[in-house]
């Protein structure tokens, strides 16, 4: 069974940098990391879950408008990890991140419902 571990997430001053990254492991010779399509997510305190950034097999990557120009996704395929790095940080970026893995790429990548595996998620905290 597939699972996903983020790690990176903490607290920064706005304005500052942030990398998370998020292993995915419990992958099968037939189906590994290079099928799979990731993407982020988070959720602030009150708030819907929402999407950050979505990549697929093939490295073609969605943002969502709110982290154009300030935040990256990228994949190792090598070793299997998905990373985010997150720059020009804001106060309104405090959330929970998660990351999200697909067999096929959803037709609304930045939407929750395409993403059938999760990860437990990782604070990132942003201070003004």
Known sequence: QVQLVESGGGSVQA??????????????????????????FRQAPGKEREGVAAIRSDGQTTDADSVKGRFTISRDNDANTLH?????????????????????????????????????????????
């Open 15 to 40: 304005g500052g940098s942030l990398s998370l990254s998020c292993v995915v492991s419990g992958l099968s010779a037939a189906i590994p990391f290079t099928f799979y399509s990731m993407a982020w």
């Open 84 to 128: 985010l790095h997150m720059g020009s940080l804001k106060p309104e970026d405090t959330a929970i991140y998660y990351c999200a893995a697909a067999r096929w790429y959803p037709q609304s990548p930045l939407a929750t419902g395409g993403w059938p595996v999760w990860g437990q998620g990782t604070q990132v905290t942003v201070s003004s």
